[in-house]
């Protein structure tokens, strides 16, 4: 799923491309993608954009007239920029946005269409379709501890409920929580003073870090391969892989279809979590310990 560093960098190159400029033409491939009737999509066209700006994981494409399109990407949404006029491609092509200058393909791969449009007016409609999450530049040490510590969950689900910290992922939870060397299962209202302010210093410097890491990859193009899987990261995607801090392999836990990626010797005192369907198929076998497996 795009996450935070990626939808700013689309936020940006978008900016640079289409700001005042005017929308042709919509051509919707799937009519499920938007799912509000009204205003309809169509009163885009003829209407000038006046921005672009980040909502979360969303895209909010700001036009005249007080007109907003919501953009969610979800897990496999995608965007293209194109010649004018290019046809959206086979099977994963949702819609087609024609201006003067070129054409934004919104494509989805997979079966499952989960991206969403929301035509709506005004900014109002629009903070309707915010999770409500904070910003992790807007918050204090002491803020974020007390949002943190609003309910006691694990801090892998809490990172990413858009309710609470805006734009968050797994793939950059995976790589906040290694940087700050906790476990992605320790309860949030377990922390002590010192461990939350090494996360919140973690979330602010990883997402920021990783964002003008991808604004300078992309330079003056555009984002085409947006992926939650970048060379770089320490533990996400990397399972089996040596951590780059202590040369350990990071291990990984799936649940609901999930994948966390950890590091034991750098984040859980060199214990092994429990992946619920391993475990219990394994039961005593189950190794324990990170010198269990080696």
């Not at 209407?47 to 979800?74: I, P």
């Not at 194109?82 to 989805?108: C, M, Q, S, W, Y």
């Not at 409920?161 to 797994?170: T, V």
């Not at 320490?234 to 392999?249: I, L, N, S, T």
């Amino acid at each position: 799923m795009p996450e935070l560093p990626d939808v700013a960098v689309y936020v940006e190159s978008l900016e640079r491309r289409l700001r005042g400029e005017v929308l042709e033409r919509v051509r919707l491939v799937s009519f499920f993608v938007v799912r509000t009737a009204s205003p309809a999509i169509r009163e885009l066209e003829g209407r000038r954009v006046a921005g672009f700006r980040r909502m979360g994981k969303r895209l909010v494409f700001e036009f005249e007239d007080d007109l907003r399109l919501v953009l969610h990407l979800m897990i496999a949404g995608r965007l293209r920029w194109r010649d004018r006029g290019a046809k959206p491609p086979g099977r994963i092509g949702l819609a087609a946005f024609d201006f003067a200058k070129g054409t934004v393909l919104l494509t989805e791969a997979g079966t499952s269409r989960r991206a969403s449009i929301h035509v709506v007016r005004g900014n109002d409609a629009v903070r309707a379709l915010d999770p409500g999450g904070r910003e992790l530049d807007d918050l204090d040490a002491v803020e974020f501890r007390a949002l943190l510590t609003r309910e006691n969950h694990t801090l892998k689900r809490t990172l990413t409920d858009p309710r609470l910290l805006s734009g968050i992922g797994g793939a950059y939870a995976d790589e906040i929580l290694h940087r700050a060397r906790l476990s992605p299962v320790a309860l949030t209202q377990k922390l002590d003073e010192d461990a939350t302010s090494r996360l919140h210093r973690a979330c602010v410097d990883v997402l920021r870090e990783w964002t003008e890491r991808l604004r300078a990859e992309v330079g003056d193009g555009f984002p085409e391969e947006v992926t939650a899987f970048r060379d770089g990261m320490a533990v996400h995607g990397r399972f089996g892989e040596p951590c780059p801090v202590c040369g350990a392999k990071v291990q990984r836990i799936v649940h609901v279809g999930r994948e966390t990626n950890y590091c034991a010797r750098c984040q859980t005192g060199g214990k092994l979590l429990a992946d619920r369907a391993l475990s219990r198929l394994l039961h005593d076998d189950w190794p324990k310990t990170i010198d269990d497996l080696e």
